[in-house]
């Protein structure tokens, strides 16, 4: 059972240049999440998607697009990359309905941006 | 405004003995409270949940309290050891108006053999 895996793990860009964050996971849940850690930050919340079908901002979302391809996936794109979104990505799911349940991590990507 | 803050990034504690790690929230709608452990290079791993119907809940070395009118959790691991050196993060959220998590900035525990 892989849990939540992302690809890539590492990421070179230079600004303006344009990237996309996959994620996938396998425990059959239906919200997942995209999150950015910042030295002395925490997790802040980039998108979310509660449920197939439907994206919505979160905390950070400026800068971001996402696509929920299906139950499984959920994808992170910057079309034009910045210094200031140089940060680890975490994506994240859960299983959410009539009562709570963690988050679920993947293993981050460390994205730079010269 | 942080609705959940730890307001100390760093804490060494002897191994055997017990760490605290504290964590304040202003959202009194908080319902459903959680803390994960970060090692470097990984993701966070669920580590102990509690719901606002209780006080306490323990799992193994951990145990979390959660002072409802001070708007206060605390997170207990006795005896501490060299693995659990880690970032620990608190999380809340408003269950009921099927909000998100709200993590704090963490709190970075060093165990010292």
């Known amino acids: 059972n892989a849990g939540v895996t992302q690809t890539p793990k590492f990421q070179v860009l230079k600004t303006g240049q344009s990237m996309t964050l996959q994620c996938a996971q396998d425990?059959?849940?239906?919200?997942m999440y995209w999150y950015r850690q910042d030295p002395g930050m925490g997790l802040r919340l980039i998108y979310y998607?509660?449920?197939?079908?439907?994206?919505d901002k979160g905390e950070v979302p400026n800068g971001y697009n996402v696509s929920r391809l299906n139950k499984r996936e959920f994808s992170l794109r910057l079309e034009s990359a910045a210094p200031s979104q140089t940060s680890v990505y975490f994506c994240?799911?859960?299983?959410?309905?009539?009562?709570?349940?963690?988050?679920?991590f993947g293993n981050g990507t460390r994205l730079t941006v010269t | 405004d942080q609705q959940v803050k730890q307001n100390s990034p760093s804490l060494s504690v002897q191994e055997g003995r017990i760490s605290i790690l504290n964590c304040d929230y202003t959202?009194?709608?908080?319902?459903?409270f959680l803390w994960y452990k970060k090692y470097p290079a990984e993701g966070p791993t669920f580590l102990i949940s509690?719901?606002?119907?209780?006080d306490k809940n323990e799992d193994g070395r951990f145990t979390v309290f959660l002072n409802k009118s001070a708007k206060h959790l605390s997170l207990h691991i006795v005896p501490s050891q060299p693995g659990d050196s880690a970032v620990y993060f608190c999380?809340?959220?408003?269950?009921?108006?099927?909000?998100?998590?709200?993590f704090g900035k963490g709190t970075k525990l060093s165990v010292k053999p």
């Open positions: 959202n009194s709608m908080f319902d459903y």
């Open positions: 994240a799911s859960r299983l959410r309905g009539a009562y709570n349940s963690p988050l679920h």
């Open positions: 999380a809340a959220e408003d269950g009921g108006s099927q909000g998100n998590l709200i």
């Open positions: 509690i719901s606002s119907i209780k």
């Open positions: 998607s509660a449920s197939e079908g439907t994206t």
């Open positions: 425990m059959n849940h239906n919200s």
